[in-house]
């Protein structure tokens, strides 16, 4: 029998209400930057994420090649998010997928419910949706769907969507391919860097244990997007993370002080280097604030897969090679695990001070030690 949960956000969302339940609401600090998603997405100018033509790297010339990981690398280190375009999977493989995915979710709740998950034991795989995670109380206008997708001989098919029939095939299929192009950035990024092609797959794991977790997530029409966000803002703890959606718009990065959306480029992967990565590359990559905004037009669905390190076999570090007397180690070792626990730690901190800034007097000094604390969730 499924644990009884919460509400789910998609029954908020079509019970027909016209103002948003005030654990939603964002902090009054954030209000002022969430902006309309169709307005943001039509303006042309501002920065533009970069577009990544991997058809380049499997050039007979070198000359193209070494263009196209400089390409690569500049989006890494400038941006730490890019799109790929002729990644190589093929598009009836994403477009299954999606079709799949987006099967699920038209499931009646209580279809979607036996597969429900239990944060509060420690069963994360399933349906579920964000519950608080800081003290503040704050929830994500989310519903979601996770689980281990690869290596194939760790994962749990018996918690796996058995509507649609085909999820399974299809779903394995796209993460067998992902997995190939997975190796394919890891190479190109560690060329860049200086170090052997595989040196950065082996740091995390190689074929064996480097994992990819899938997680779909489902973002309802919002009566009140203005007030709320999908998904807070946060950096990835995980070494790449890849992304696909529906072609609505609603990721926004944090580059160079401001809030862009990323436009939705078709035929593309997008995907964010993480925290693991830039542990990895001292520093050199940049794991990229980001978060999700909603509208009340359309429904939103992603789907994320991040790759990570096995939770307590690797120990994270900087690479040697990229340790020296003017550029000393930025990080200090952990295991992901770890890394997991000092994020939670922070995050739990910042709600707690801002739990206690809401019920005193606001000024200036409080804001600006929110802004402060805020920026310590990013790693050290």
Same mark, same amino acid.
């Given at each position: ?12 969302? !079509? ?69 790929? +375009? ?178 939705? +480029? ?38 994320? +897969? ?49 739990? !206690? ?24």
């Amino acid at each position: 029998m499924a644990p009884a949960l919460a509400l789910r956000v998609e029954s908020l969302a !079509t019970s027909g209400i016209q103002s948003i339940p005030k654990e939603y609401v964002r902090p009054e600090e954030e209000l002022s930057n969430i902006a309309n998603v169709f307005e943001e997405e039509k303006k042309k100018e501002g920065p533009q994420v970069p577009t990544i033509d991997l058809k380049e790297m499997e050039s007979e010339d070198e000359e193209v090649r070494a263009k196209c990981r400089e390409k690569l690398n500049k989006a890494a280190e400038e941006w730490g998010v890019m799109y790929l +375009v002729n990644h190589g999977i093929p598009n009836e493989v994403i477009n299954r997928l999606k079709e799949a995915g987006e099967a699920f979710f038209s499931l009646p709740i209580e279809e979607k419910e036996k597969y429900a998950n239990d944060q509060g034991s420690g069963k994360i795989q399933g349906y579920g949706s964000k519950l608080a995670n800081n003290a503040s109380g704050q929830l994500e206008w989310e519903d979601y769907f996770f689980h281990l997708a690869f290596p194939e001989d760790k994962r749990d098919l018996s918690i796996w969507p058995k509507t649609p029939s085909d999820y399974i095939e299809v779903t394995t299929k796209y993460t067998r391919q992902l997995r190939e192009l997975t190796t394919k950035i890891l190479g190109a990024l560690s060329l860049c860097l200086g170090v052997e092609e595989d040196r950065l797959e082996k740091e995390v794991g190689g074929m064996e244990d480097l994992l990819l977790q899938l997680k779909i997530n489902y973002y309802p029409i919002c009566p009140q997007p203005e007030l709320a966000l999908g998904v807070e803002a946060h950096t990835d703890v995980s070494l790449l993370t890849f992304l696909l959606h529906n072609m609505v718009p609603g990721l926004q990065l944090f580059y160079e002080g401001k809030w862009v959306i990323a436009k939705c +480029v078709p035929d593309s992967i997008l995907v964010h280097i993480g925290d693991t990565l830039e542990i990895l590359s001292n520093g050199k990559y940049k794991s990229i604030l980001h978060r999700g905004l909603v509208n009340k037009e359309k429904v939103r669905i992603s789907w994320a +897969v991040f790759c990570e390190p096995p939770k307590d076999k690797i120990i994270l570090k900087p690479l040697s090679e990229l340790v020296t007397e003017t550029e000393p180690a930025k990080f200090t070792p952990r295991t992901f695990a770890q890394h997991i626990q000092q994020k939670i730690f922070r995050k739990n901190k910042e709600g707690l001070l801002r739990k !206690t800034i809401q019920e005193e007097p606001q000024t200036t000094e409080h804001t600006e030690t929110i802004q402060e604390d805020s920026a310590k969730c990013a790693p050290q």
